[in-house]
Each structure stands twice: as structure tokens, then as C-alpha cells.
């Protein structure tokens, strides 16, 4: 059965292949700009996209996953630069936040879409000025939701994590496992 993974995303990459089974990366390309304002919503949707956006005439399984962060109602996307990634680190200093990821799994033969949407709240440290300036040089945050990578050397920011981890970093194996097997993938159940 093919798989791929709609996804350009290393993380997301890492995260599948623990699951020991063989998958194709396709990176999607999709205008990320929707007018939608529920983040469930929106990561669902997104993944959605980036799911139908790859799929070719063999294809049988597509995973796709957004990932956003919202504090106050505000909705963070990757940073534009550094600049505004200080602005994001800013923003989140001190506080708690929420991560959403959206998954989407589509069974392209038949047309099936399954869409889960996953949140996390994350609470970040007070950062000095120092910390906001060395992890913004680093530039490990400027691909990332919420200028940040919890898996990297973003980590000293976070003071703690309230639910899925694998959902900060980018794709909450956990559920993907479960909707997975939901439809017998994991007995070879799934030929369409
Ligand atoms: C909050 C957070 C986000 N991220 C990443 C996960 C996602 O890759 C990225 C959010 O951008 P996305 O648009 O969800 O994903 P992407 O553009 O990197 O990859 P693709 O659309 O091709 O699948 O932020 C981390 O790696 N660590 C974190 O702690």
C-alpha cells in the first residue's frame, strides 16, 4: 500500500518513520493564507490542503499536519524574520500558550478524508532580554510556529507542557497511530 507524507517538514519526517513503515515524501505547496479564525478549524483545513494538493493517480494513503500557536486569540505562523520572531518570543514570555495541529489522513482512491485536531498548551519561562537575543540569532525558531522549536535548543524557554509533546514538535504520533489503525492500516486492512 502506498503512503506518503504531504510534508517538508524534517520533523514530521522523524516523527513517521519511527512508526517502521516504508512512506514517500512530497512536499505540498498550498497558499497557507485562509480566512478562518477557530484554530481547529484552520490546522484541519490546512492539513486538508497540503493532503490534496500532492496526490497522483497511484497514490492510495496521504498524511498531512499544520501546526499553529495562538496567546490572546492571535493566530503565530513561522515567523516572517528575525525581527518578528523577537516579536513572537516577546509575546509568549511568561505566559502560557497553545500549539494546534491538525492531521489529516486521506484515502485518495476512494475520496475519504479523516481530519483530528490536537492542542497543547505550553507555559514559556520569563525570558531576559539575553535569552530572547541568543535563541533569535540562533535562527533555530524562523521555520517554526511560534518562532520556537520545543525539540531544540528552544527547550530552555519552555517551563512546562500541558498534553502531546509530538504535537509541539509538528505531528502527535499518537493520534495519527490511532486514526491509522482506525482503518486497519496496521493489518493491512486498508487496500481501497
Ligand atoms: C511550536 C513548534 C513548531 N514546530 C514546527 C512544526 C512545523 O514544521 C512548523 C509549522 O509550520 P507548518 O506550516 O505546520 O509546517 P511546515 O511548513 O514546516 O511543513 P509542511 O507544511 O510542508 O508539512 O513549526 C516545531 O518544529 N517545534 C515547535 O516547538
Same mark, same amino acid.
Given at each position: 500500500m502506498s503512503l506518503v507524507l504531504a510534508s517538508a517538514s524534517p520533523r514530521r519526517s522523524e516523527l513517521l518513520r519511527t512508526f517502521g513503515i516504508p512512506f514517500v515524501i512530497r512536499p505540498p505547496h498550498?497558499?497557507?493564507?485562509?480566512?478562518? &479564525?477557530?484554530?481547529?478549524? /484552520?490546522?484541519?483545513? /490546512?492539513?486538508?490542503? !497540503?493532503?490534496?494538493?500532492?496526490? /497522483?493517480?497511484?497514490?492510495?494513503?496521504?498524511?498531512?499536519?499544520?501546526?499553529?500557536?495562538?496567546?490572546?486569540?492571535?493566530? /503565530?505562523? !513561522?515567523?516572517?524574520?528575525?525581527?518578528?520572531?523577537?516579536?513572537?518570543?516577546?509575546?509568549? &514570555?511568561?505566559?502560557a500558550h497553545r500549539v494546534y495541529g491538525g492531521i489529516a489522513l486521506l484515502n485518495a482512491p476512494l475520496n475519504q478524508i479523516f481530519l483530528h485536531a490536537v492542542c497543547t498548551s505550553v507555559r514559556f519561562r520569563k525570558l531576559t532580554t539575553a535569552m530572547v537575543d541568543n535563541y533569535v540569532a540562533s535562527a533555530d525558531g524562523l521555520d517554526k510556529a511560534g518562532g520556537y522549536g520545543i525539540q531544540g535548543s528552544g527547550a530552555v524557554l519552555v517551563e512546562s507542557i500541558d498534553g502531546c509533546y509530538d504535537n509541539v514538535v509538528g505531528l502527535s504520533r499518537s493520534h495519527l497511530y490511532q486514526m491509522m489503525a482506525a482503518q486497519g492500516f496496521f493489518e493491512g486492512k486498508a487496500e481501497a
Open positions: 498550498v497558499d497557507e493564507c485562509l480566512d478562518e &479564525s477557530d484554530p481547529m478549524q /484552520l490546522v484541519t483545513r /490546512l492539513g486538508e490542503m !497540503k493532503a490534496r494538493a500532492v496526490v /497522483l493517480p497511484a497514490d492510495q494513503w496521504i498524511i498531512a499536519a499544520d501546526t499553529i500557536v495562538t496567546i490572546d486569540d492571535i493566530i /503565530l505562523g !513561522k515567523p516572517r524574520d528575525r525581527e518578528e520572531n523577537r516579536q513572537m518570543l516577546q509575546m509568549l &514570555s511568561g505566559r
